[in-house]
């Protein structure tokens, strides 16, 4: 008798074994963590809704921990992509695992890797499996599928026995929501920490003996949120191979925005760069026009921002900050209000969806950003980026993890990136010291 789909998912979760080359990879998502989530756990950059979540969670317990890291990691929306999920898993994916992290000996933490690597799997096998209308259709899969991708997890650290880690599975499932009219709010990484808290606490309910469905629940939560287009046989086809943490990777942010910015953003440095070349100033600009594929404006949706939170998610505002300021830097993107000079040239920003473009839900691969500037005297300057172009451009992470500790001068910055290296006794407990 052949197994069932969840069956065959918690197989592999249990049993698979990733490689040297993807614990490599596990690293480097660990030191993007840490880089984007010690601004807000240490307060260099404040963050009102982290203060309301220590009232209602204190930390006590490896829930609220997990839902503390998944907030602080992902506050800053300058965490780690993935882009088969369409959302963040490091931030669901390690928060859980941190949370249960035990004594910190290196078998433990190459066993955490190992569970990381999972993890990632599983996040963008659920968004395969899902299909292109679960993120068209309003939900955040980074609370929604990330859910039940940290709980694999948090299963295979904890090494669950098969029954158990099915249980756990659906017992996440039924957890999981968020949806995406929340962006541009402190509600988007509560989704990260609810959906961490999720992961764990089902997980641990299954290991207790807890008895939920072990069947059929992640089918339905495919079916239900994949408006007919969901293919569950996704989940398992050609596990790790290669892993996802690998092809198609990762991808790290090199700005504090939302990712379908970025590309709009690099043709904005190319254009503000031509434009100074030959002498005009960013007064003579009268009009910006962007053009990309329908829908591919779904996640920065905010065209008139009030707030750095509000601006992470508005293409308008994120275009004119690149051409005014040729950077789009961290310090722009918090809870004060947008700056004045930036939010009137945002106001010259017109976005048009490109009608022979296909539409961005059918392979948000295709994704590109078309730039036009028209100057006062009629002259017209243009530039594409596609998001391909983007994501193949590497991110130093050594320089961003760098450029977030000059916020923090009271840590020993130096001692802080070799931690995240994980090659010393005793690094990961030090680093998740910093976090509470």
């Not at 963040?88 to 933490?109: E, F, I, Q, W």
């Not at 679960?134 to 929604?144: C, E, K, N, R, V």
């Not at 920065?300 to 939170?309: A, K, N």
């Amino acid at each position: 008798m052949s197994l069932s789909i969840t069956a065959q998912f918690a197989h592999q979760i249990l049993n698979s074994r990733p490689d040297e080359t993807a614990l490599s990879a596990a690293r480097r998502g660990v030191k993007d963590y840490f880089a984007c989530a010690l601004p807000i756990a240490r307060g260099a950059l404040s963050d009102a809704g982290l203060a309301a979540i220590g009232k209602v969670f204190p930390p006590n317990g490896s829930e609220n921990r997990a839902l503390r890291y998944g907030y602080v990691s992902h506050s800053l929306d300058f965490d780690d992509y993935h882009p088969a999920l369409r959302g963040h898993p490091s931030t669901v994916v390690l928060s859980a695992l941190l949370a249960l992290y035990g004594d910190g000996d290196g078998d433990n933490v190459t066993e955490l890797l190992a569970a990381y690597v999972i993890g990632v799997e599983a996040a963008g096998r659920l968004g395969l499996a899902a299909g292109t209308q679960h993120y068209a259709l309003g939900f955040h899969s980074t609370a929604t599928l990330g859910a039940v991708a940290a709980c694999a997890a948090v299963a295979r650290y904890l090494q669950l026995g098969q029954r158990q880690t099915q249980i756990a599975l659906g017992l996440a499932a039924t957890q999981a929501a968020g949806l995406r009219s929340q962006f541009g709010s402190a509600a988007k990484p509560l989704h990260a920490g609810l959906a961490a808290r999720s992961a764990v606490n089902a997980a641990l309910l299954a290991q207790a003996g807890f008895i939920g469905q072990p069947e059929g629940v992640l089918d339905n939560l495919l079916s239900s949120h994949g408006d007919g287009l969901q293919q569950p046989q996704r989940l398992t086809a050609g596990w790790g191979a290669p892993w996802r943490i690998l092809q198609p990777g990762l991808e790290f942010k090199r700005y504090p925005t939302c990712g379908g910015t970025h590309s709009a953003a690099e043709a904005a440095f190319a254009l503000r760069a031509r434009l100074l070349e030959q002498g005009d100033a960013l007064e003579e600009i009268a009009r910006v026009e962007v053009g990309f594929p329908p829908g591919a404006d779904t996640a920065p949706y905010i065209r008139r921002p009030t707030t750095g939170v509000e601006a992470r998610f508005s293409l308008e505002y994120v275009i004119a900050d690149a051409l005014y300021n040729g950077e789009v830097p961290l310090t722009h993107y918090g809870e004060q209000p947008v700056d004045a000079a930036i939010a009137a040239l945002a106001a010259k920003v017109e976005r048009h969806a490109d009608p022979t473009a296909p539409p961005d839900a059918l392979d948000p691969e295709l994704r590109f950003h078309r730039l036009t500037l028209t100057l006062q005297d009629g002259r017209q300057l243009s530039d594409m980026v596609t998001r391909k172009q983007t994501a193949d451009r590497p991110t130093d992470l050594d320089a961003k993890l760098r450029a977030i500790l000059q916020l923090l001068p009271g840590l020993d910055g130096e001692s802080v990136i070799r931690d995240c290296a994980l090659r010393s006794p005793g690094a990961l407990p030090r680093l998740i010291a910093l976090l509470n």
